[in-house]
């Protein structure tokens, strides 16, 4: 079993609507989560970061996690052809101080105008 | 605020060679540094954990004499490949933790593609 799994896609998802990604992970003990987003051919850009249950939201973006469940997910609100990326999840280990992100392989959404 | 630099953005360069890659955070100072690597289509791939003054923790798998990591500062970390082959081409992606962030949080750096001939 992957550490963190997440749907490869492709997603696609009209322009305006909400893009939803999902991810589960293994270890129970994690401790936070995160979402890059990466462009085709660049590095990845922090978005948000979750670390308690429920909801986070920053603008059109929206964190959810459910440790009980073992995943977090990430909506998209208003989607636009700009979002249209690889949206990696990252988990923090369980240990205190273990600075170590595992990351997904990435969903990759398109949005279409 | 957090901005990580890497130079050079992208190095080609003959088999053999050695290929030095500089990861700079610009604006706070960095207590951890990651060295990822990344193939086409494939998810990042952490190489090493480098912490200011200390030696380089290597991921299994990951040859230490080939990958060299000098992390001289709090804002500057080195990824040597030494000896390089073709097979070690890929996109080389540095990442910094900051003194008193969020825990877990990583900047990354944009980049540095290397193509061995």
């Known amino acids: 079993q992957k550490e963190v799994e997440q749907n490869s896609g492709p997603l696609s998802v009209p322009e305006g609507a909400i893009a939803s990604l999902n991810c589960t992970y293994s270890?129970?003990?994690?401790?936070?989560f995160f979402w890059y987003r990466q462009y085709s051919g660049k590095s990845p850009e922090l978005i948000m970061f979750?670390?308690?249950?429920g909801d986070k939201e920053d603008g059109r973006f929206t964190a959810q996690l459910n440790k009980a469940s073992q995943y977090v997910s990430l909506l998209i609100r208003d989607s636009q052809p700009s979002d249209s990326a690889t949206y990696l999840c990252?988990?923090?280990?369980?240990?205190?101080?273990?600075?170590?992100?595992?990351f997904g392989t990435g969903t990759r959404l398109t949005i279409i105008p | 605020g957090a901005v990580v630099s890497q130079h050079p953005s992208w190095v080609i360069c003959k088999s053999g060679t050695s290929v030095k890659i500089e990861c700079r955070s610009l604006?706070?100072?960095?207590?951890?540094m990651f060295w990822y690597r990344q193939f086409p289509k494939q998810s990042l791939m952490l190489m090493a954990t480098s912490n200011e003054g200390s030696k380089a923790t290597y991921e299994q798998g990951v040859e230490k004499d080939k990958f060299l990591i000098n992390h001289a500062s709090l804002t500057l970390s080195t990824l040597t490949v030494t000896s390089a082959h073709p097979e070690d081409s890929s996109f080389y992606i540095c990442?910094?933790?900051?003194?008193?962030?969020?825990?877990?949080?990583?900047?990354f750096g944009p980049g540095t593609r290397l193509t061995v001939l």
């Open positions: 604006d706070f100072q960095a207590t951890t």
């Open positions: 990252a988990v923090n280990g369980a240990n205190f101080g273990n600075e170590k992100l595992t």
């Open positions: 979750i670390y308690s249950n």
């Open positions: 270890d129970r003990g994690s401790q936070s």
């Open positions: 990442s910094a933790r900051a003194r008193g962030g969020f825990p877990g949080t990583q900047y």
